[in-house]
């Protein structure tokens, strides 16, 4: 159990003794550190409902703590605030129970779908997609940490009318390609296209949409005969998505980015139908104006929700369609508690009418549905982030970006050749640099990317974090190279203000990593990662760690930064972030 659930039981109780309904008690950790260590305001509430004064009240709690000998001391300041100092043996016995198997708890396993990553066929990843695998995997690590089953998948966007138009374009300039001929049912294995072949055709054949009203009818069609089942244009297709998904797996691999399942729109293709049809039979699905919609207005709405479309006039199904029958399925599949959608928050009105039709059709409650949306990436004019050009800024591009920053930082000269070693750990800081930018901010706040200050190895960055790992490790690989041995039963000393304080930030962990699960905020793990790498800072400032004489407090010092460091790297891990071997500047 979390140090702060047996610390709220401890109020809880006291609070009953006095006739004081419970459910008011909230401990936190203090605001004043250098008074005590946690604190509880019930009495000023209790006070509120027993028309009694809250000191009295706090009072008598601190008479029935008083005989608590896990507390060093209470005491009531201010109005009725009752603050507590733990004892050095209690924070030790807390930590002594601190792992993971007390962290996660079978009893609430839940099975949990995250929907992440999400990119489109044969348009490349982007800073938006950056965002979406970003949080969602971290979503997907915390969870599973936490003793949660989670499927990871990626919904890829391979169905709409952009995969039309791509093969309208191409039909216009190569009408003699098997594809597109009646009679040829034998295609080609190896695609006509590479990545960047599509890559380029992509922007091409979306500007000659947007232009032509004729073409817009040509790709609309080529849409609908697609799912339909036109063969050619399957077999085209089939080579968009091959060549696409090998581009997409490896940008997502350098993120440390990994899905369980690769599905797409495309794979409820054969569910659609039968999902129209048995809608409109139980008439939850209507016909309006030549479309299959559902309506999912709600008379309380204070804003308008349009119907949601399964089909329009011309039989194309639409992206809402596609969500919908991927519901079903999982459902199917999985049967899951949640379904969690890490995804732009400007797709907001999508998910509501998606998950409204989801729960109007029976499938499952609207609550079990959840849109995780986050905030743009910004570039320093406060608009979302583009090349220099003005273009849309791939992940590899920025990726790229942020290495040559790790390499000036590092200050390796301009003609260094990198060694492998070298070249591994610059990734991996830029990566951290990277994530920890993206996952360090609220994710429903917009942020801006700036890599200069997100590689700095000072202040709230991945790579500071990182390098205090490092510095941690250094610590505990000297001691073996003295032939101290150090254990995880060594008794823990708390001489120095900055021990407790480690001590006290380390215990907060099953607490912060439950909150940031359930809001599905990696912001609060990050903040929490950060303080414990500047307490283990201070702590090495007024601590020494190998030198002291007396050899209990070099077991119990090394015991602390063997902790720390465990816990730094399962918080980064759990971010998706991983600790270089190294952390040199280049000498
Ligand atoms: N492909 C979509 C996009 O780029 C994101 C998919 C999100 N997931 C979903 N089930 N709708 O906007």
Same mark, same amino acid.
């Given at each position: ?13 006291a609070?009953?003794?006095i ?23 019930g ?7 027993l ?6 009240i ?8 008083d ?11 201010g ?6 100092r733990?004892?050095?043996?209690y ?8 792992n ?6 079978k ?10 990553g999400?990119p489109?066929v ?9 965002r ?15 003793g949660?089953?989670v ?14 138009m ?32 599509l890559m ?8 000659h949409f ?7 009818e ?8 697609l ?16 060549t ?6 490896e940008?997502?691999?350098a ?7 690769w ?25 309006s ?9 709600d008379?309380?709405?204070s ?7 399964l089909m ?10 596609t969500?919908?029958?991927t519901?079903?399925?999982r ?11 890490v ?5 907001s009105?999508?998910f509501?009418?998606?998950?409204? #039709? *989801?729960? @109007?059709s !029976?499938?499952?409650d %609207?609550?079990r549905?959840e849109?995780a949306? &986050?905030g ?5 004019n406060?608009k ?45 800081i830029?990566? #951290? *640099?990277? @994530?920890f !930018?993206?996952?360090? %901010?609220?994710?429903?706040s917009?942020?801006? &990317? ?9 202040g ?5 974090i ?16 003295q ?9 823990l000393?708390?001489?120095e ?5 480690l ?12 909150? %940031?699960f ?6 609060i793990a ?5 303080s ?9 400032q ?13 077991q ?16 980064l ?5 991983e ?9």
């Open positions: 159990m979390s140090l702060l659930k047996n610390l709220s039981l401890k109020f809880k109780d609070f009953e003794q006739g004081v309904d419970s459910s008011l008690v909230i401990v936190t950790t203090s605001d004043r550190p250098d008074l005590s260590d946690y604190q509880c305001n009495a000023m509430k209790a006070a509120g409902i028309k009694s004064n809250p000191r009295e706090a009072g008598r709690i601190k008479t029935i703590l005989n608590d000998i896990d507390f060093s001391e209470v005491r009531v300041d109005p009725g605030f009752i603050n507590v733990l004892s050095d043996k924070i030790a016995s807390q930590l002594d129970g601190l993971s198997k007390n962290i996660s708890s009893e609430a396993q839940q099975e949990i779908i995250i929907d992440y999400g489109n044969a348009k490349p990843l982007h800073v938006g997609h950056l979406s695998a970003v949080i969602g995997e971290a979503i997907k690590r915390t969870a599973r940490y936490l949660h089953n499927i990871s998948d990626i919904h890829l966007g391979d169905w709409g009318t952009p995969m039309g791509l093969i309208a374009e191409l039909q216009e300039r190569h009408p003699t390609w098997p594809y597109f001929s009646e009679d040829i049912t034998d295609f080609p294995k190896e695609s006509p296209l590479t990545v960047h072949d380029e055709l992509y922007p091409q054949a979306a500007t947007k232009e032509d009203i004729a073409f817009q040509k790709a609309r069609k080529a849409t609908a005969d799912q339909q089942g036109n063969i050619g244009y399957r077999a085209l297709w089939n080579h968009f998505i091959k696409s998904i090998t581009e997409v797996k940008d997502f691999a993120l440390n980015v990994s899905f369980d399942l599905l797409g729109e495309s794979d409820t293709n054969d569910s659609v139908e039968p999902m129209i049809k048995e809608l409109t039979k139980r008439g939850i699905a209507t016909k104006q030549g479309a299959v919609v559902i309506n999912v207005a008379s309380e709405d804003y308008e929700v349009p119907p949601l479309i329009k006039q011309d039989g194309g199904i639409m992206y809402g369609t969500d919908l029958a519901i079903i399925q459902i199917k599949d999985y049967k899951p508690d949640h379904i969690i959608y995804v732009d928050q400007r797709q009105l999508h509501t009418q998606v998950f409204r #039709a *989801a729960e @109007k !029976g499938y499952i %609207s609550d549905l849109h949306g &986050f743009t990436v910004n570039g320093p406060g979302p982030f583009k090349t220099r050009e003005g273009g849309i800024m791939r992940l590899r591009d920025l990726i790229e970006l942020a290495k040559t920053e790790v390499i000036k930082t590092i200050g390796f000269p301009d003609d260094h050749e990198l060694t492998d070693d070298e070249a591994e750990m610059v990734n991996k830029a990566i #951290a *640099a990277i @994530k !930018g993206d996952l360090s %901010s609220n994710r429903q917009d942020y801006i &990317f700036q890599p200069t200050e997100f590689v700095k190895m000072e709230k960055t991945g790579p500071y990182q390098y205090a790992a490092v510095r941690i490790k250094s610590v505990l690989e000297k001691a073996k190279d032939d101290i041995e150090y254990n995880d039963k060594a008794e000393i708390f001489n203000p900055a021990e407790r304080a001590a006290l930030k380390l215990l907060e962990f099953p607490t912060v990593l439950q909150n %940031s359930e809001a599905r905020m990696p912001h990050c903040e929490h990662v950060f414990v790498a500047q307490a283990f800072s201070s702590f090495y007024s601590c020494p760690i190998l030198t002291p004489l007396d050899s209990s407090l070099i119990s010092r090394l015991r602390l930064s063997s902790m720390a460091f465990k816990q730094i790297e399962v918080a891990d759990n971010l998706g972030i600790i270089p071997n190294k952390m040199l500047r280049f000498e």
